[in-house]
């Protein structure tokens, strides 16, 4: 267990150390803006679609 506590805590401190140099910043997203949730959770027809058009990604039925 602290092996893997340890890499946890090692990719904390390399995020807050880029975040202190200005090297990225981190930013809140709410859910109903969180486009990942296409790749991680089964979602409703109509949120699917709205975060697929978000994406850009195209429906490959339509293509001829």
Do not use: W, Y
């Not at 880029?18 to 969180?34: L, P, R, T």
């Amino acid at each position: 267990m602290h092996s893997k506590t340890k890499h946890i805590e090692i990719r904390h401190h390399f995020l807050r150390d880029h975040v202190s140099k200005g090297d990225c910043c981190i930013e809140f997203v709410d859910g109903e803006h969180q486009l990942t949730d296409i790749f991680t959770k089964p979602l409703a027809r109509d949120r699917f679609f709205f975060i697929r058009n978000e994406l850009g990604i195209l429906d490959g039925s339509n293509i001829e």
